[in-house]
């Protein structure tokens, strides 16, 4: 019997039945606040509850673990050779231009000999009078002798002849060292090239006057064979320690930005370069042009093995500065003996391992508890806790 049929047989007063409702619906309000606070304490606990952590990991490998020493230099020829003039004079004609190659003795201008010839003729005029004036001299000395001797004349006059032949015979030998100065500075205004190579610089035209009664005036820049070149790199003080003789290099220019050229350190300087108190040292690199693709001038950034390990076990360098929790501040290196942490079954553990070259990427392993496949842990990341959310009804 329900509710109204014993209302209505008046087993059951309304003022009960009002009451009894009021209790269910409690009843289930109850449940129903209960189920909230349990939903909200679950997420309270799940948000609250310290976040998981997640390896950055790299594996141990094989490979090279090459040191370098990175510097700026500039290609230019072996020897370059300045040409200039000794003598001075307008520049009559022009033989060579930038680019042009020459040869030994080639002759690349010339200045107008026209003034050079002139002395040089006045230098031998001069020789033949004052030769003449020796050969009657001669013939003098010759007739005074044979008179001293049958005492025709004083043997003191005789003597007196034989000092007029000699100061004719010194005027004799200047007039010909003149003659031949004269031959040189007629030949020297024929301006040629010392050296096989190619002209790198002009530094004249023609008509132009060169004075070289001060200063040697510079008239061309000749490069000797621009098949093989030179890098004068500046390495500082902190990386020339490690550069030596025979080391190898390779270098990028400008001009050919996907291109890698390699050559051998075949000079390091002594002598300093101080710039801003900066101290450089010069290290000359040789390297090969045969397709003359480098020119001199070019800015090359070169990069000079210091040293080189093939083959060997190595580990990233940012193994050494983790420790759990973040990132250190420094290498975790002690004499060579580094601690690092290695990720197994889910969670790091610490290894030791002995350390050899390191190139400031990768860092060679030469013992210790790594093998390769090892996965050395580098860094960590840890998810940022979300905020309490309350449901809303």
């Not at 070169?302 to 190595?314: E, K, M, P, S």
Request: glycine share 8%.
């Amino acid at each position: 019997m329900n509710d109204q049929t014993k209302i209505a047989t008046g087993a059951l007063s309304p003022a009960s039945s009002s009451l009894r409702r009021r209790r269910h619906r409690g009843w289930l309000a109850g449940i129903f606040g209960a189920g909230i606070l349990v939903v909200a304490a679950a997420a309270w606990w799940r948000l609250s509850a310290p976040a998981a952590v997640s390896y950055v990991t790299t594996g141990v490998t094989r490979g090279a673990v090459t040191q370098q020493a990175t510097a700026t230099g500039t290609v230019n020829p072996i020897l370059t050779i300045i040409v200039g003039s000794y003598d001075s004079g307008i520049i009559q004609s022009l033989y060579c231009d930038y680019n042009t190659e020459v040869k030994a003795g080639q002759v690349c201008a010339k200045i107008d000999p026209r003034p050079f010839r002139a002395t040089l003729d006045n230098y031998l005029g001069q020789l033949a009078r004052d030769q003449a004036t020796l050969g009657e001299a001669r013939m003098d000395l010759a007739r005074y002798q044979g008179l001293a001797a049958q005492s025709a004349i004083a043997r003191q006059q005789a003597e007196d002849q034989a000092y007029v032949v000699q100061e004719d015979e010194g005027t004799v030998k200047l007039d010909q060292g003149l003659i031949e100065g004269a031959k040189l500075n007629l030949q020297y205004t024929d301006i040629i090239s010392p050296v096989d190579g190619t002209v790198v610089s002009r530094n004249v035209t023609q008509g132009q006057t060169v004075a070289s009664s001060l200063q040697t005036p510079t008239l061309f820049l000749i490069g000797t064979n621009l098949k093989t070149l030179e890098v004068d790199t500046n390495v500082s003080e902190s990386d020339v320690g490690g550069v030596k003789e025979g080391d190898s290099a390779m270098f990028t220019v400008d001009a050919y930005p996907n291109r890698t050229f390699h050559g051998t350190v075949a000079q390091v300087r002594l002598s300093p370069q101080t710039v801003q108190n900066v101290v450089t040292y010069d290290a000359v690199i040789n390297v090969a042009n045969d397709d003359l693709a480098l020119k001199p001038g070019m800015t090359a950034s070169t990069q000079i093995i210091v040293a080189q390990r093939n083959d060997v076990l190595r580990m990233p360098d940012q193994a050494l500065r983790y420790v759990p929790g973040g990132l250190a501040s420094a290498h975790a290196v002690t004499n060579g003996q580094a601690r690092v942490w290695v990720l197994r079954n889910g969670a790091p553990v610490a290894v030791t391992a002995t350390t050899g070259l390191d190139d400031g990427t990768n860092i060679e392993i030469t013992g210790g508890d790594l093998a390769v496949g090892d996965l050395v842990i580098t860094a960590e990341t840890r998810p940022q806790s979300g905020t309490l959310a309350v449901p809303r009804f």
